[in-house]
């Protein structure tokens, strides 16, 4: 069922010279987040709750381009908020491949399920027709389109199932993760915890058997959906990088924000992260902390992983024990404090800006006098 995510030749190449080198940390994908504005307002996004100030940063091209130097990743992701809506978006990707049709360039659309559900999670009518028109359109481009559905509670699983058929006939392949719980998210009520995402994906898992969904994850990622598998994260996996600046400790955890890749990697505090050590890790199962914990297991235990895929994930039998919660350290809530530094750095910027700006236009009749 999953595509093997060593597939890529280049990045089975990457984690085999990461582990010759003996590294013991590496970024997998980086995800570049160039904005946070965004077109809609799901009920369980974490993105887009800031101040206006904030949501109208962009990432430079520079800043964009030098981040993907500085990180080194064999892969980008650029999520956000809505990418497209940064005018300079197409300078961007250019800079990093090729804005056309390519083997290395893909769209990932946001679909949460069928037209019903998705346009509930968007909080908006008409969403799903839209996005499917411009899969299409994509498509008969020549672009490569997958899609990215966040599953929360209270998804039936069988409606579930006849999403993945319809992207299967669609012709894409699905990337999935169950939502996490974001603390500035406007609806806490639905998000999964552990034991039901596994029940869950067990459900669904059975369903597709012979079914031929393609999802864009490992088999061993799929597997610990499933309850298979007792992973830690690896939170600087898929390293973020966005107008705060880069982000500890992963895409989904603002802990604080730091100007340089190098000091993300030398000065976070990564054992103090993850499930069973930091209260908002307790229920995370999403992919951008476990795909690349998966990606190294797959490289440690070829022939398991080759299992996985061959046969899909185990959908009955025990389960993998869960990480105890009862040494993890409470949650602390930084987002306030770091609103504001932004805030006060964005007007500081802004008001030596406008006086640049006055001492030009000051000078301006004295040269034209002269
Ligand atoms: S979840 Fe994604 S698409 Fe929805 S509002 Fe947030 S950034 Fe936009
Ligand atoms: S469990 Fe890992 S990936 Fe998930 S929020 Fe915590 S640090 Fe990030």
Redesign the pocket.
Known sequence: MGIPFLKEMRIGAYLLKQKLLGRERYPLVLMLEPLFRCNLACFGCGKIDYPDAILNRRLSVKECLDAVDECGAPMVAIPGGEPLIHKEIGEIVKGIVVFEPSPYLFFSVHLDGLKDHHDKSVCQEGVFERAVSAIKAAKAKGFIVNVNATIYDGHPPQDIAAFLDFARDLGVGVSISPG?AYERAPDQEHFLNRRKTKELFRDIFARGQGKQWTFVHSALFLDFLAGNQTYH?T?WGMPTRNVFGWQK?????GEGYVPTFKELMETTDWDS???GR?E??AN?M?H???EPTAAHATLQQPLQALRAWLRGPRTDGEMAPEIALDAQRPAQYVYSDQVQRKLSEIRTAEAAERANKAAANSRVPMEAAE
């Open positions: 996490y994260c939170p400790p992963c895409y989904l955890l992260y993850g499930t930091y908002k890790c995370c999403a951008c902390g476990y």
